[in-house]
């Protein structure tokens, strides 16, 4: 059952310089239980994205649009913010990209747990203290009880990444968004964390977005995964067709191989030259055209649609990369 | 923390030292002779001579600075050559009165600039933010003697519904709570309209900093209530050096109200000061002046101290 329905969202940021399209045009759906991951360069759009999906997007400067943005049926984009904050850390939850600075500094570790357990489950007193203990070691905080006391400042990154993932956990969402939520987290911790992650899929049938640089994590965690470039997703497949037949110039760059004539594909790690294109101005042709290597002449005349590569596989790309294939 | 309030303790006596010389040598170094002014220009030679013996006027500089300082460490600050009272009496009863007038602005100023400082962030570039901005540049502009005046002369010569003078006076400690309190109103007014200004302005400005920061947003995404999100997690931030300019303000303020004092007949330490002053009254100055620096550190270490007990990142 589709949990999530995205189509169209658009997100752009009132700027000096004229609006930012920061989010032009995603579309995806997302199955309960399932786990998506989004990649894409710095400045693809991805947190926007994400926080859209939330409505976290300060409006103004920003404003969000969508033909349709529906969780559970409902329609994200015409509730009224009171609505939307019964919402909000209950049945989606989101894990920030920046752990050092998403703990608020006065206040205890403990008391921004129990907070959401008061505000989303009426938990009080003693049995919300046993649960916010049993949070933090569910994400592997060793003796949790005297942390709960601690400030964020006493806490390493990844242990402030670890709260926050346990303050996203603790209402048990439907939905949650992390936003290269392990990437401050050493090996082991990671390891861990992911399997956190997939039992609650497996468990409680939680959804999931995961947002991350590391392909390597996407591709041992996530189920399908959408590739975003220029706030757009431009190639989106289960994760081994995917990463069998990448079919989009960026996805290609993406995985810093670049595939030989012969279709024999080359290791030969390269990070992709020339900078992404600037979102004030209209994009008419392919965004990724100007730093493209696959491109053909076509890519000059019109832009990419979406092109179904069978399997729920598709890429917005003119060049036929269908039959060749990278070596990994 | 506790060493570190030791440390700042240990401060507090050479800084008084500082004070007690600067303020010495300033008395000494203005012309106007005390004997003169309180005996009058007629007086016998030797009453003349009996009063600067009586007070070590007689002596060398450092000899009168010596034997004064050498009292005040027994807790003696002397006689009032004018009054003839002892100085540290004369501040038991003045003190109180100059605390609670401190208080009253302090209490205004508290009163106006939360409420103003906090809404102003929260909508920002609205007309209340644009009204809080012209208020705290009048706060700044216009003097607080001036502001007096134009307060006497709205709300009670013309309104007639503040009394003017009346603070500390038998008939209205004597009254009930309105007779008590009412003649604060004006003079708490005009003495904390600059703190006012200037507390509305941090508050304002700390709180608009607190907002932006990543951790609102993780209270947004939690999804608590605004009033929540903006009591606990934003000003309980922004409060941090909002506190602590409010404490130092509050030492600052005692010394400062000489003006409020004379102009509401307040009989505080700043009136006395004030008429010590004109009447070269020495030991009355000099006992004063020590007493505000006292509490004008005081005050600063307090603030410090609410600086590290609000933020738990600051240990001393
Ligand atoms: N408040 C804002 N005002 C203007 N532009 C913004 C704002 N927030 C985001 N943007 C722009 O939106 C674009 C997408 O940003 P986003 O944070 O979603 O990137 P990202 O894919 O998450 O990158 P990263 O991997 O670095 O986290 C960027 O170009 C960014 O400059
Ligand atoms: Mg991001």
Not at chain 1, 239 to 257: A, K, Q, V
Not at chain 2, 106 to 131: C, E, H, K, T
Not at chain 2, 242 to 259: E, L, S
Request: proline fraction near 6%; charge should be positive; glycine fraction near 8%.
């Amino acid at each position: 059952m589709t949990l999530l329905r995205v189509r169209n969202l658009r997100t752009r940021f009132a700027t000096d310089r004229g609006d930012v399209r920061a989010v032009n045009g995603v579309s995806f759906d997302l199955a309960e239980g399932e786990i998506l991951g989004l990649v894409g360069e710095s400045g693809s759009g991805k947190s926007v994205t994400a926080m859209s999906i939330m409505r976290l997007v300060p409006e103004p400067p920003g404003h969000v649009a969508a033909d349709s943005l529906a969780f559970d049926g409902r329609e994200l984009l015409q509730l009224s913010e009171a609505q939307m904050r019964e919402e909000r850390g209950s049945s989606m939850a989101m894990v920030f990209q920046d752990p050092m600075r998403s703990l608020n500094p006065v206040l205890t570790i403990g008391r921004q747990i129990l907070e959401v357990l008061r505000r989303h489950q009426k938990l009080d007193g003693p049995a919300a203290k046993r649960r916010a203990i049993e949070l933090l070691e569910t994400v592997g905080i060793p003796s949790a009880e005297k942390r709960l006391g601690a400030y964020p400042h006493q806490f390493s990154g990844g242990m402030r990444q670890r709260v926050m993932i346990a303050i996203a956990l603790s209402c048990n969402p439907r939905l949650l968004i992390a936003d290269e939520a392990t990437t401050a987290l050493d090996v082991t911790i990671q390891a861990q964390i992911i399997d956190l992650v997939k039992r609650l899929t497996r468990e409680r049938g939680t959804s999931v977005i995961w947002i991350s640089h590391d392909l390597g994590v996407v591709a041992g965690l996530c189920d399908r995964v959408n590739v975003m470039y220029a706030g757009n997703v431009v190639e989106s497949g289960p994760i081994r067709e995917l990463f069998h037949r990448p079919s989009h110039g960026y996805t290609l760059g993406l995985m810093g191989s670049t595939p030989r004539v012969d279709g024999v594909g080359v290791r030969r790690l390269t990070p992709i030259e020339g900078v992404p294109p600037n979102l004030i101005e209209p994009i008419k042709l392919c965004p990724f055209l100007p730093r493209c290597r696959v491109s053909v002449p076509a890519c000059q005349a019109t832009p990419p649609e979406r092109r179904d590569l069978g399997g729920g596989h598709w890429a917005a790309c003119l060049a036929d990369l269908a039959p060749r294939s990278v070596a990994r | 923390m506790w060493s570190y309030l030791g440390r700042r303790l240990i401060q507090v006596p050479l800084v008084l030292l500082v004070v007690s010389l600067m303020t010495f040598a300033i008395t000494r170094a203005t012309p106007g002779d005390p004997v003169t002014i309180m005996l009058g220009m007629q007086t016998s030679p030797e009453a003349a001579k009996a009063m600067r013996e009586e007070f070590n006027l007689d002596r060398s500089l450092p000899e009168q600075y010596g034997l004064w300082i050498a009292k005040v460490l027994t807790g003696d600050l002397g006689r009032s050559m004018r009054l003839n009272d002892r100085v540290t009496t004369l501040i038991a009863e003045r003190l109180p009165i100059s605390l609670q007038l401190a208080s009253a602005g302090m209490l205004f100023a508290l009163l106006v600039s939360i409420p103003l400082g906090v809404i102003a962030a929260l909508r920002r570039n609205s007309w209340i933010d644009y009204l809080c901005t012209g208020y705290t540049v009048l706060g700044f502009a216009v003097p607080n003697f001036g502001l007096a005046l134009i307060l006497i002369y709205v709300f009670s010569i013309r309104l007639d519904w503040l009394p003017i003078t009346g603070i500390g006076s038998s008939e209205a400690e004597a009254g009930g709570f309105w007779k008590h309190y009412s003649p604060f109103i004006i003079p708490a007014i005009a003495l904390g309209s600059l703190q006012t200004a200037m507390l509305t302005r941090l508050l304002r400005s700390s709180m608009i900093d607190v907002l932006s920061q990543d951790y609102m947003r993780t209270a947004r995404a939690k999804g608590l209530l605004p009033a929540n999100i903006v009591i606990i997690h934003a000003l309980k931030n922004a409060m941090i050096p909002f506190v602590t300019m409010a404490a130092v303000q509050f030492g600052y303020m005692i010394g400062v109200q000489v003006t409020i004092e004379y102009i509401f007949a307040v009989p505080g330490m700043g009136s006395a000061v004030l008429n010590a002053v004109i009447n070269r009254d020495f030991p009355v100055i000099q006992g004063f002046t020590l007493v505000i620096a006292v509490f004008f550190l005081v005050m600063n270490i307090l603030a410090d101290m609410m600086y590290a007990l609000l933020d738990p990142r600051i240990r001393y």
